[in-house]
């Protein structure tokens, strides 16, 4: 009893590194290099070369806008927190403030097909930490809210390795095909939860 | 119902992305190099050097601060989030934390005419965010509180595309004929914010 | 009346700012490179030649705090937030942030003038807001809270200017005679502040 | 009286800063250089080679969260904050704001046992600042809320000397027999305070 945490004071230490993550991923675009520094056609093809970093950096922003979604979805349907769940949101955010390094990777190494296949990696170490959260939960289901449909929760919970690490994994999979193949995959998976019916948004 | 977001939380969570571009502009102004290192008239030139930078770096702090006026006062006028606003806003705050990218762009190439229209075409893109927003909570009014008078949100609406995105576009169409000429533009729209009447700063 | 500001937001606003400054300054001190990447010797004096930058950082850190404390102290006083107040805390914060700057400018030249006088600078101009405020507060005497009494929150007026932007003047005037004398003054101020009577630090 | 601190914003400001530091630790870990962009076997040996880096930005990251769990614990026993414990906090918040660069050092130098011993001092600092807050308190149990038991306070507090300075200065001490000894310890602590019993994470 005494060793449960304060709710509301996790949220917000997590809200807060969530958006000093989504914040810091611009400081990896850094101002380039041109020759003439009075034209503008210079600079503009500069800029141009830049657009998979740019890529990347949204591609990143989109996703970590959803993680903290799901976060914030996850967290209503909790009553209290223990100490298992302390850690595993803590294995959680260690995962996602690592973020801006695969994401960095990817903008400088778009077309190798590693930084595509680590890029997956992290991300799918971070949905398998959304994923080991909700099942340590289901073991104490005292740690749900009245309200929270015990079968619901569970179906989500089964749901969440689906569109979570195993998609990524499918991402790295289909990289060893072509880059172009895990970028649509990892683009698609944010863009699926922002557009999916809110009953789907809802499960997750 | 279930799918509504906590205001509040939103909120703590754009106003902690505002705070942290504010501030890591700042990480941009780099120490310069001196050959004697004991000198201060070298030192006290190359500061002078870094002015374009500096008052680039005021130029997207005003901007930044006006921003985040123009955040709260709009977000104090809805009664609910939904998926729609949570992620207008998103975009918003995609755009607004690129900023610090044009903004050392500008610094580093202060009178290259193609940092100027890159720095006006994301601030335009930022300020288009506010007004697709404002348009989208005019097609489902329930969002707005009790106390909103539609008409003035609806007038705000229009006029916010005038003093938004309109005035950056224009920045960049006089930056062809010289560049300080849309930095006077650029530099104009958050003083007249900051300075405008309470009720034109009411109404944006 | 429409036109206030909520102070909760503007002082976790704030907050927020104080916060990321006082631990950004730390980026500042970069890794050293040492040729024999196994000599402890090497990297112990190589550390011990970053001393001037670290103990430029705890200054910063200990102004920083400092500035929060009046910052706390200062908005404890007031009943509301007028466009007055919040720009004037703006340009406060405007100054406040720019202090990684000037400390690594410090960290970097410490025995060059320049670096003493630009950091002393920007203090006196940050310090200086503090007392802009006051002053602008003082003339519309409805927005200090009831329990506030005017004479001695004008008395604290006149004080900041003293311990504020006039100790700094004076340390960039000793500059000239020698630096470590500005420094000790740079270093005297959030001293003085720390450990004097609570009954002082109470009408700063 | 008058001098007391809110508690509530000293916390969230506490929080702010730890938070920006978790976060900030990512950014010493640099994309690196390989010559053949497209070869994703030299980008995979490129990263492998980055694991130490890796490693000891795992272990800051579990040690923060581990120190903010134990300020959450720790503040949760004070009923009011005085000038005292706001200035042995800014101790502790000076020394946790510096772990970013003894983290990048380690990372750079991880075979050097100097990186070792000025990590382990850094860290003995900042658990120390827990140790002498607490000593402060003792001193002044006014500060304590009710509910808490002065003897059992008084044992946690002789406790942090042990799991606190005394451990990280054991790992500088064993860093002389080899520097793993030393990671060893140093990634031991935190273990502890994360598996160790309810009961004894509670006395800390």
Not at 25 to 36: C, D, G, Q, S, T
Request: without cysteine; proline residues 5%; aromatic residues 18%.
């Amino acid at each position: 009893m005494m060793n449960l945490f304060n709710k509301g004071r996790v949220e917000t230490f997590s809200d807060g590194i969530f958006a000093i993550i989504i914040t810091l991923l611009v400081l990896e675009i850094k101002v380039p290099y041109v020759a003439n520094d009075h034209s503008a056609a210079e600079l503009y093809k500069a800029i141009l070369g830049m657009l998979p970093k740019i890529l990347g950096w949204m591609l990143s922003f989109f996703t970590i806008a959803v993680i903290w979604v799901n976060h914030h979805r996850l967290f209503k349907q909790f009553r209290n927190l223990d100490n298992g769940i302390f850690w595993w949101n803590a294995v959680l955010l260690l995962w996602a403030s690592f973020i801006p390094f695969p994401t960095a990777l990817l903008g400088d190494y778009p077309s190798n097909p590693f930084s595509l296949i680590f890029y997956g990696l992290i991300m799918a170490l971070m949905a398998a930490s959304f994923s080991f959260m909700r099942f340590y939960v289901l073991r104490k289901p005292d740690l749900l809210d009245e309200s929270v449909d015990i079968d619901s929760f569970r179906t989500g919970s089964r749901m969440s390795i689906v569109f979570g690490p195993a998609m990524y994994l499918s991402g790295i999979a289909v990289s060893f095909i072509h880059p172009y193949l895990a970028f649509a995959i990892y683009l698609g998976i944010p863009i699926y939860f922002i557009f999916s019916e809110n009953k789907a948004a809802k499960q997750l």
